[in-house]
């Protein structure tokens, strides 16, 4: 049993903590502030079941300690309302389906004025297994305490099943002790080419705040590259007094905007690129092109904005470049934390004997080690499952 060569994958979520005086904070639901229906049983499959932390997971089995809809509404749009105790600067939510699982459409979130859409799908699925549903949402950062997760009975063809809700998140407070810092461009360090009058058109008018934004107009006090050099590949490089842990670039194209191709930042060894394009536009309107980058939080003072003019068939302008970042003294309260396994999210399969080589005993420190035994108190799969994939998905407690 101990001497088989298979291949296994950990899964590890490791809930990243913003130095110790800014840890991610994670909630179980605290009330239910409403929902479509519930199986009519007292409090049996009743909402207020998913008060609290899991009663249910990691099992998968229907249980009257989740909360389960009317057995007259296994419909395609079943939903439940949670409070939770704390606001937070939103970062995540887990969603337990211990029954009739992956049935999750939409997770909101309510801001204090509007209910935002987190995350959505338009294939919910079936499947006999419990889930953490903990997918990657499309808005973070808002301030919420309030959360609505919607679900589909049809792919399953009968009730669904929520055992708990964790909202996870930052105290509200934390963004105060490190705000963002956008600058403006101190001083010009390369570019491609520039109109040759004198200093209208030139580079260094790039440097400072906005000269022409937001109005859409030629104007000698945006940089111009030269009219020999309409090409494809004009560039303007640029440098600010403070190096940052970068957040974001805003480049202020105040003619024939829509040039932009590519964005870097130099880390002080090579140039990294942020953000690229391969279809340029034209539009004659003014843009403030703020992409989202593929690279963030390197250390970086000097920027480089490359553009194409074929789209417009002429001349590009830019106004300004804004470099947005962290001054790099937020990183430095970040010590290494090393913690052991909280709780168990998910597992391919379990040795079938009580408790003795569940996924369970992975919790806590170690048992076995420094030994090389086989033993009770570690996960060893099950004996039907010794194949190429097997997985373990573990939780970290989310403190610094």
């Known amino acids: 049993m101990w001497n088989l060569a298979k291949s296994y994958v950990l899964v590890l979520y490791l809930h990243a903590c913003k130095g110790q005086s800014c840890p991610e904070i994670a909630q179980w639901v605290d009330s239910i502030t409403g929902f479509s229906s519930e199986y009519p049983t007292t409090e049996s499959w009743g909402a207020v079941q998913v008060i609290g932390p899991p009663d249910v997971f990691p099992s998968y089995r229907s249980s009257e300690f989740a909360w389960c809809p009317s057995s007259d509404n296994y419909d395609d749009d079943e939903h439940l309302q949670v409070m939770f105790a704390k606001p937070v600067l939103l970062t995540g939510v887990d969603v337990y389906e211990t029954y009739h699982a992956g049935f999750t459409t939409r997770i909101l979130a309510f801001d204090g004025q509007n209910w935002v859409t987190l995350w959505s799908t338009s294939t919910p699925y079936y499947t006999a297994e419990v889930r953490v549903h903990s997918p990657t949402l499309n808005v973070t950062g808002i301030l919420t305490r309030e959360i609505r997760v919607h679900g589909d009975c049809r792919p399953s063809g009968s009730w669904i099943e929520i055992d ?23 001083s010009i360090t390369g570019f491609s080419s520039e109109y040759p ?17 937001p109005s859409y107009r030629s104007s000698e006090f945006a940089w111009c590259p030269s009219s020999d050099n309409y090409d494809d590949d004009e560039h303007l490089q640029v440098m600010f007094a403070k190096p940052v842990l970068l957040t974001g670039v805003d480049v202020y194209e105040t003619y024939h905007a829509g040039f932009t191709t590519r964005i870097l ?8 690129t942020l953000w690229s394009t391969s279809t340029p536009y034209y539009t004659a309107e003014v843009r403030v092109h703020s992409p989202t980058l ?44 090393a913690q052991w396994v909280d709780s168990i999210s998910g597992f391919s399969s379990e040795y079938e004997y009580a408790r003795g080589w569940a996924a369970v005993q992975v919790i806590g420190p170690p048992d076995v080690y420094p030994s090389n035994d086989g033993s009770e108190l570690a996960w060893c799969p099950s004996d039907d499952s010794y194949d190429g994939d097997e997985h373990l998905q573990v939780v970290f407690i989310n403190n610094c």
């Open 164 to 186: 708990a809700i964790q909202l996870r998140g930052y105290a509200p407070s934390c963004g105060q002790s490190c705000p963002e810092i956008a600058q403006w461009v101190d």
């Open 197 to 213: 009058t004198t200093e209208s058109w030139g580079a260094v008018q790039v440097i400072g705040p906005p000269d022409v934004f």
């Open 265 to 272: 930042a130099f880390d002080g060894q090579n140039w990294v």
């Open 294 to 337: 593929n690279v963030t939080g390197i250390l970086t003072r000097e920027i480089r904005v490359h553009g194409d003019c074929r789209p417009s068939g002429s001349w590009i302008e830019i106004d300004a470049i804004q470099l947005r970042g962290y001054a790099p003294s937020c990183g430095q309260n970040c010590t290494e934390l």
